[in-house]
């Protein structure tokens, strides 16, 4: 992600307004106008939802849905997309996991849907964290055959030097040598100091693509950046909030390329 500090259009994180106090207009005008009510104008009002196990508020792009199924099933809706009867959860798996096992998650639930006529797979934390992995997975493929992203050590650093690159992702297994090497040309390019280490190897990062041997990735529209940065932002944050991609954080744990094929 470029530093918007040095290139407007740069990436601003999805869960952060860019909005804020009007510039001051010349004291020749006959008459101001009030900032509170520009602001108040501009503001686009967000719907927030409220996590079932920590009534914590957030936006949906925030929380994660669950849905209930018309066999009384509980299922993940990462994209919130199913029909029917949703609820929110905001916290990692190991939270779920644990609320699932002492049976607080069910009660909750039972209580967000006002039916006992319930069922919460023992495995929902996994199917959780796989449909947002594979959210990522389907974000970058798509980024790829929109032409929003480019690869190859050569070409990769060419842009990053040139200031054309709003994100740098590395794959998990890419050599440190190779790392810095990009992440020097992105800071000489007006980038970020390190690019994003990519939860999974470059087998999976390939085939994501749809392209063969991917170590390095550079996205060079700045909204592709942006949702490609989300939906991984999206994926940590489930997985280990503990850990982040910024920096060379690496994953916890790595999937198969057979993953990619299940639902």
Same mark, same amino acid.
């Given at each position: 992600?470029?530093?918007?500090?040095?290139?407007?259009?740069?990436?601003?994180?999805?869960?952060?307004?860019?909005?804020?106090?009007?510039?001051?207009?010349?004291?020749?005008?006959?008459?101001?106008?009030?900032?509170?009510?520009?602001?108040?104008?501009?503001?686009?009002?967000?719907?927030?939802?409220?996590?079932?196990?920590?009534?914590?508020?957030?936006?949906?792009?925030?929380?994660?849905?669950?849905?209930?199924?018309?066999?009384?099933?509980?299922?993940?809706?990462?994209?919130?997309?199913?029909?029917?009867?949703?609820?929110?959860?905001?916290?990692?798996?190991?939270?779920?996991?644990?609320?699932?096992?002492?049976?607080?998650?069910?009660?909750?639930?039972?209580?967000?849907?006002?039916?006992? #006529?319930?069922?919460? /797979?023992?495995?929902?934390? %996994?199917?959780?964290? $796989? !449909?947002? &992995?594979?959210?990522?997975? @389907?974000? =970058?493929?798509?980024?790829?055959?929109?032409?929003?992203?480019?690869?190859?050590?050569?070409?990769?650093?060419?842009?990053?030097?040139?200031?054309?690159?709003?994100?740098?992702?590395?794959?998990?297994?890419?050599?440190?040598?190779?790392?810095?090497?990009?992440?020097?040309?992105?800071?000489?390019?007006?980038?970020?100091?390190?690019?994003?280490?990519?939860?999974?190897?470059?087998?999976?990062?390939?085939?994501?693509?749809?392209?063969?041997?991917?170590?390095?990735?550079?996205?060079?529209?700045?909204?592709?950046?942006?949702?490609?940065?989300?939906?991984?932002?999206?994926?940590? #944050?489930?997985?280990? /909030?503990?850990?982040?991609? %910024?920096?060379?954080? $690496? !994953?916890? &744990?790595?999937?198969?390329? @057979?993953? =990619?094929?299940?639902?």
């Amino acid at each position: 992600m470029r530093n918007p500090q040095n290139e407007t259009g740069g990436v601003t994180p999805p869960s952060r307004s860019r909005e804020g106090p009007g510039e001051g207009l010349s004291g020749l005008a006959p008459e101001s106008p009030d900032p509170s009510r520009e602001r108040e104008g501009n503001e686009r009002h967000v719907p927030e939802r409220t996590c079932i196990l920590t009534r914590r508020k957030g936006t949906r792009d925030e929380l994660i849905r669950l849905a209930l199924g018309p066999d009384g099933v509980v299922a993940p809706d990462v994209r919130a997309r199913a029909p029917g009867r949703g609820a929110w959860i905001g916290v990692g798996r190991g939270q779920l996991d644990e609320a699932n096992a002492k049976g607080k998650l069910k009660a909750a639930l039972q209580r967000a849907f006002k039916t006992n #006529a319930i069922e919460v /797979p023992s495995n929902l934390g %996994e199917r959780t964290e $796989h !449909a947002l &992995r594979k959210t990522a997975l @389907d974000r =970058l493929g798509m980024e790829a055959r929109a032409g929003n992203l480019i690869n190859g050590a050569d070409k990769v650093e060419a842009a990053a030097r040139a200031g054309k690159v709003h994100l740098l992702l590395h794959a998990l297994d890419a050599s440190e040598d190779g790392r810095k090497r990009m992440d020097q040309a992105w800071r000489v390019g007006g980038g970020e100091p390190q690019g994003m280490i990519f939860p999974e190897g470059r087998t999976i990062l390939s085939m994501a693509l749809g392209r063969e041997n991917v170590v390095h990735v550079a996205l060079t529209d700045p909204a592709a950046a942006s949702r490609v940065q989300h939906a991984l932002a999206r994926w940590r #944050a489930f997985t280990d /909030p503990n850990e982040g991609l %910024e920096g060379g954080a $690496h !994953a916890s &744990r790595s999937g198969s390329a @057979d993953d =990619l094929t299940k639902e």
